[in-house]
């Protein structure tokens, strides 16, 4: 199955037969996956827990598995990779928290109050002045605020495009649907989150 990284493929060619290949694939997406853990950990977590511990133990568990995931190509590379990710830090909120999730199908985790901040301020029209900071902080705690009366669903999306920066093809893998669908949802999504602004505001979409 290919992805839609070029430098990925050329190193996923390489893997089955260079240890170095395997180790180059291996390190390309550690910041991506640093990445992911620091949006999604939990505030109580976030003082006992560094995100690039989650990210090695990852990478550890992936090396391990690499050769059958080169027979088997079950996704594309990084989907593969950020699943690993994504089950121990789903592991790692169950043991702080009652609710149990299930790691075979991605189910929404809390959005910690930081990460609805950053997905706010990339919502948030960036053409203001410097001179409407006062504007621009009103129109970041509404988006915030209205971020809390979206759908986990709807929030998911805008997560993954907007503070991940998947794209719509890895976005698509990890939700189990068509990119067709991603672009759907996200456009509903962005709608929902207009109509519970209220009339007066504007956001980046791009």
Do not use: C
């Amino acid at each position: 199955m290919k992805t839609s990284d070029p430098d990925t493929d050329e190193l996923l060619a390489q893997a089955s037969r260079s240890d170095r290949a395997r180790q180059a694939l291996l390190a390309r997406h550690r910041d991506r996956l640093r990445r992911m853990v620091a949006v999604r950990l939990d505030r109580r977590l976030a003082a006992r827990v560094d995100p690039s511990d989650v990210v090695q133990e990852a990478l550890a568990e992936a090396a391990a598995s690499l050769r059958d995931y080169l027979r088997d190509r079950p996704l594309p590379f990084y989907p593969w990779l950020r699943q690993i990710a994504w089950e121990r830090l789903v592991k790692l909120h169950q043991r702080h928290t009652a609710r149990k999730r299930s790691v075979a199908r991605e189910e929404p985790l809390p959005l910690p109050d930081q990460s609805a901040a950053e997905l706010a301020s990339r919502l948030v029209d960036r053409g203001a002045s410097p001179s409407d900071a006062a504007v621009r902080e009103e129109m970041n705690q509404r988006v915030r605020a209205a971020l809390t009366r979206l759908a986990a669903t709807d929030r998911e999306v805008l997560v993954l495009r907007f503070l991940e920066r998947l794209t719509t093809a890895e976005t698509a893998e990890i939700l189990g649907i068509s990119e067709g669908a991603v672009k759907l949802r996200q456009l509903r999504a962005v709608a929902r989150l207009r109509d519970r602004m209220g009339p007066s505001h504007d956001k980046d979409e791009s």
